[in-house]
């Protein structure tokens, strides 16, 4: 059983950064990649960054590219998204997920897309 848990979320203003953690983000028999998903009041979840098992791959929204890093500390079993030079579109519930097969960020998700979700943690941008 994968158990997720965010931490690290807050406010800050534009411009600034945040690194968002995530415990529990093991790669198993059932889970080949871990990732972030976000979802902004009205709108969709949105997948913001994936990491694969194999070769350790990065994937990444074009929205977030250039800004957002994602990575793992393979000894702690933590997730990182590191965010810089953050916008105010960027405010939203973060939540690391992880599933066997995980979709290609930058697409709408849906809640069965992952087989495990953490409780999510909460970024605010301000102008």
């Known amino acids: 059983q994968v158990q997720l848990a965010e931490s690290g979320g807050g406010s800050v203003q534009a411009g600034g950064s945040l690194r968002l953690a995530c415990e529990g983000a093991?790669?198993?028999?059932?889970?080949?990649?871990v990732a972030w998903v976000r979802q902004a009041p009205g709108k969709e979840r949105e997948g913001v960054a994936v990491?694969?098992?194999?070769?350790?791959?990065?994937r990444y929204a074009d929205s977030v590219k250039e800004r957002f890093t994602i990575s793992r500390d393979n000894i702690k079993n933590l997730l990182y998204l590191q965010m810089n030079s953050l916008k105010p579109e960027d405010t939203a519930m973060y939540y690391c997920?992880?599933?066997?097969?995980?979709?290609?960020?930058?697409?709408?998700?849906?809640?069965?897309?992952?087989?495990?979700w953490g409780q999510g943690t909460q970024v605010t941008v301000s102008s």
């Open positions: 990491v694969y098992m194999l070769g350790d791959l990065t």
């Open positions: 093991v790669f198993t028999s059932s889970v080949n990649c």
């Open positions: 997920a992880a599933a066997r097969r995980c979709p290609i960020p930058g697409r709408s998700v849906a809640r069965a897309d992952y087989d495990y």
